[in-house]
């Protein structure tokens, strides 16, 4: 514990060196405010670890300085300690419902002061601990909280490489990240861009992103930007949702019908045409058959409506 930055806000210039001399013995950095005004600019500028708190001040109390901090995100998570001469009942339990980590009237014995100081510079020493080992040790959430394109946006923001793992029931996906750029993707049978695109389609699920070096990830062979594949994703998305809207219900049975059996007799097909087409055997449902199908979905979208207007698909 020590090189942390404590900001003392009291008017009483002899006060505030006082506890500026005392505060000198944990090796911290003391920044120093006279009224609660200046108090929020310092707070806002320096982002300090702790600040000690009067009330009583002219321009602006210290009641008004903690609401204020604590309601706003940059200096919300810094600990407040009230050093007051207002010692009501009232007082003190106002101060601790505005978010503060203690409450200590004056006069106030030094050593006792010093030891709460350290008392509190070391717990949140431990906390940040705690949270750089998770950060070590990677991430995880759920989709409906966090969505897939905010959350490449995020790894990207913080340039991280590792791998996010996403499940969605039985269903299994992968995107390799290095340094915040993505560089591969699996789900399913599909690779690369179309495996991103599926995945930006779940809504529902559970991801998981495991750190790691650039040497542990899939050969690298996406090349356009996140922000790119995230807005191609999009567009595919709508254009998905237009052609389901031509479709039975995502839960239809199609197959095959006689009509494009008789039209394929004796036909030799491509393999992918073939393979997509064995997929309409009158069990798997149309969200099946996206799913297993070895195109990506848009693509595989555009055949089932196609066969479909045509009559070359019918339902089961």
Not at 198 to 204: D, F, G, Q
Request: hydrophobic share 45%; charged share 30%; aromatic share 6%.
């Amino acid at each position: 514990m020590a090189g942390e930055r404590i900001l003392v806000v009291e008017d009483e210039p002899l006060i505030a060196q006082m506890l500026a001399d005392k505060l000198s013995e944990l090796y911290v950095e003391v920044i120093r405010a006279s009224n609660g005004v200046e108090a929020l600019g310092l707070a806002w500028e320096r982002d300090p670890d702790l600040i000690l708190l009067d009330i009583m001040m002219p321009k602006m109390d210290g009641f008004e300085v903690a609401k204020i901090l604590k309601s706003n995100l940059k200096t919300s998570h810094i600990p407040i300690v009230f050093l007051t001469a207002k010692t009501q009942v009232e007082d003190r339990v106002r101060g601790l419902e505005l978010g503060a980590e203690d409450y200590i009237t004056k006069p106030f014995n030094f050593q006792e002061l010093i030891l709460r100081i350290k008392t509190i510079l070391t717990r949140m020493e431990a906390a940040h601990a705690q949270k750089a080992s998770q950060e070590m040790r990677g991430m995880a959430g759920k989709l409906r909280d966090l969505s897939l394109a905010n959350l490449i946006q995020f790894l990207d923001m913080d340039q991280k490489t590792g791998i996010l793992t996403i499940t969605r029931g039985e269903e299994r996906g992968y995107i390799y990240f290095d340094r915040g750029r993505i560089v591969n993707a699996l789900a399913g049978p599909l690779r690369a861009e179309a495996a991103v695109y599926r995945l930006l389609t779940w809504a529902e699920g559970d991801f998981a992103l495991e750190l790691c070096g650039a040497s542990g990830l899939a050969e690298p062979v996406i090349k356009m930007s996140n922000q790119t594949l995230i807005l191609e994703g999009m567009r595919r998305l709508d254009e998905a949702e237009r052609l389901r809207g031509q479709l039975p219900s995502p839960s239809a049975v199609l197959k095959v019908s006689p009509l494009l059996r008789e039209r394929l007799k004796g036909k030799r097909l491509a393999p992918e045409l073939e393979r997509f087409l064995e997929l309409f055997d009158g069990r798997r449902d149309l969200e099946a058959v996206l799913r297993e199908s070895e195109m990506d979905e848009l693509r595989a979208l555009e055949n089932v409506v196609r066969l479909y207007s045509q009559g070359m698909l019918v339902e089961a």
